[in-house]
Each structure stands twice: as C-alpha cells, then as structure tokens.
C-alpha cells in the first residue's frame, strides 16, 4: 500500500515537473509565430524625409531584429495637427492586435493632457513602447540677414516671421513660448509647411525666424552654425540642465521667467516632452504583445550596431528610454488646472496670455 501511494506522489510530481517545463518552450514558440511572416505597421504622424523620419528608419532594421519571427516593417505617414491624427488613428482605429503601432512626435501627449481641440485619445491608456532619444534642446533662430544678433536688436524688431509645420506642433508651441518669454513685438507664425519645408522656409527668406531642435539643425543644416548664417537666441533644455556643446554660451529659457507660475509653465512643458516623443501600441494590445515589442525595443537600442547607425544616419547621439520609463513620466506631469489652462493658449492660434 505504501508502494502504491509512493509511487502515485512520484507520478504526481513527475506530471506537475512536465508541465512547468513544457511551459516556457510553448511560449518561447508562440512569441515566433505571433510576428512570424507578419508585417508590422509604423504610423509615423509626419512627412517623410525630415528628422523624425530618418530615427524611425535607424531604428526599424534593430527592432525588426529583436522581435521574435523578425516581420517586415513599413511605415505609412500621417502627418496632422502636430501628432493628432496618428494618435487618434491608433487609439481609435487601428487594430489591437500588435501589429500596428505609432511614431509620433513630442506635441502628442501635450496635446492629450491639455485637451486640444480633435483629440480623442487618452494618453495614459496607449501603451509605450520606448524612444531612442529623451533629451532634446530646443533653440530659437533667426536669419543672419536680420542682424538681429542681439536680445535687444530681437526684442526691438516688430512682425518677426516664425514658420512651423501646424498651430498645435510642438515647435510651433515651442516657438510660441519662446516668443511670449523672449518678449518679441508682434511676432507673427506662419504655418503649413512640413518638417523639411520649415528650414527651407528660413533659408529663403520666406520666413525669419523657427524654432528647433539643436540636434536637428546640427544635422540638416550645420552651415547655419558653422558659417554663422544664423543667429542663436535661447535655448530650451530637457531634461533640465543637459547643455548642448554647441550651444553652451545660450541664455537658458528659464532665466527669462519673471515668476514661479511662469517657471511652473516651463516645467509643465519639459516633463511633457519627456514623456513625448514615443513609440506607441494601441490601448488594448494584449499585453504579452506589448511586452515582447518593449523587449525588442529595449534591445534594439542598446545594441551597439543601432549607437553607430543612428549618429550616422541622424546627427543625434542616442539617449534611450524604455516603454516603462515614458509610461511614468506621463503619468508625473503636473495636471494643476490653472497651469494647463494657461499653457493650452500656447499651442492655439489665440493671442498670447499677458505677463
């Protein structure tokens, strides 16, 4: 009797020891077959051509390496209301099933916590991915033809041109900040163009002035600082305190704030931006989809190869932040209603709030 009940606990353990090994190698299949012979669908909510396109296509061949069954990437664009409509387009109408996600740019999670006009997607519920970059300095230019090589030659100058891509982007958004802090005698925005379209616009004199990002300008047109075709007025850092060796000697935004709402104003924009910029999956993705795309995301840009690719193929030295990571700061940006209310003007086509 013994025998037999010692011989049914062995039988039980063997079974239960099977079953635990069995598990991991079906799941390790499942992941192949999920994206094996699969396309996988990047909505990029921009032109092509410009710099967030050329990081997105640095990182595709990483990302198409790391995902287990290695699927084909393509991109489609949909450019729009400065991230909103592939925003809206993931979150509303692509399909839940991991095999579509979104590129979008920094203004898309200002535009979600500031309610914009057409949005219809709630940025705590998409599902992050990761970034290959979280830091960004934005700068303000304007022609050299100007001479406007000073803050007080600039601020002396009345209907300076800003071009941007739409009123609701994030460097129109940007540019308007730095215009209301930088105190510029009416300033007039000019949008429409696409991303690559904006320095041409600069360049030819159809505008005056932009904002933009160090890296950016650095990569697309390093004759603006080289030759000094340009002149360079403030800078914008995010994270705090990251200087851009290039743009050492600029005046930081911060120092041209008169009070703690208008510093309050500045941070609620830098923790959006670290938030910003991301790769995102639509609420609802199974979650075992979205883990094995930040796993292949996370390995992507660690790998060594993806560092050399994307400073080659960008200008810009890779920064990365994990799909946890930027699930977290947008969680932390400040939702004071007083501030929001204030900051939403900066991203409309109304005037400016008084200081």
């Known amino acids: 009797m013994r025998s037999t009940r010692h011989g049914f606990v062995w039988l039980s353990k063997f079974l239960l020891y099977a079953m635990l090994l069995y598990v991991p190698a079906d799941r390790a299949f499942s992941q192949d077959q999920v994206y094996k012979g699969k396309t996988l669908i990047i909505i990029q909510g921009r032109e092509p051509g410009g710099a967030g396109d050329l990081r997105a296509r640095a990182v595709a061949p990483f990302l198409q390496k790391y995902i287990p069954g290695n699927p084909t990437i ?3 664009y949909m450019p729009g209301g400065g991230g909103r409509k592939a925003a809206n387009h993931i979150a509303k109408v692509a399909p839940r099933d991991g095999m579509t996600i979104a ?23 998409l599902a992050y991915l990761g970034n290959p970059n979280s830091e960004v300095q934005y700068v303000f230019v304007t022609h050299g033809k100007l001479g406007l090589n000073s803050l007080e030659k600039l601020r002396a100058y009345s209907g300076l041109r800003i ?6 982007h994030d460097q129109y958004t940007i540019g308007r900040l730095f215009v209301w802090l930088l105190e510029l005698k009416n300033p007039k925005f000019v949008v429409g163009y696409s991303g690559t379209e904006v320095y041409l616009a600069v360049e030819n ?3 005056d002035a932009r904002a933009a990002t160090a890296e950016s300008v650095l990569f697309s047109y390093p004759q603006w600082v080289e030759n000094r075709q340009m002149d360079f007025h403030a800078i914008h850092k995010v994270p705090k305190g990251r200087n851009h060796p290039s743009f050492a000697n600029l005046p930081d935004i911060e120092t041209f704030a008169r009070s703690p709402k208008e510093m309050k104003l500045i941070a609620l ?8 910029t991301a790769y995102v999956a639509p609420p609802g993705t199974p979650a ?3 883990r094995i795309l930040r796993e292949a995301m996370t ?4 790998d060594p190869e993806f560092r050399i690719r994307f400073k080659k193929d960008t200008g810009a030295t890779p920064t990365p932040v994990t799909g946890e990571e930027q699930e977290k ?10 501030t929001i209310e204030i900051f939403k003007r900066f991203g409309t086509a109304d005037p400016l709030p008084a200081r």
């Open 299 to 302: 390995k992507a840009l660690h």
């Open 103 to 125: 590129h979008i740019g920094g203004g898309f999670v200002a535009n979600g916590i500031l309610g914009a006009e057409g949005v219809l997607y709630d940025v705590d519920k």
């Open 329 to 338: 700061y947008v969680r932390e940006v400040p939702r004071d209603r007083d």
């Open 288 to 290: 075992e989809r979205v």
């Open 163 to 168: 071009a941007a891509q739409a009123v609701g």
């Open 205 to 207: 004199g159809e505008a």
């Open 269 to 276: 924009q830098r923790n959006m931006e670290l938030g910003g």
């Open 74 to 76: 393509i991109f489609e």
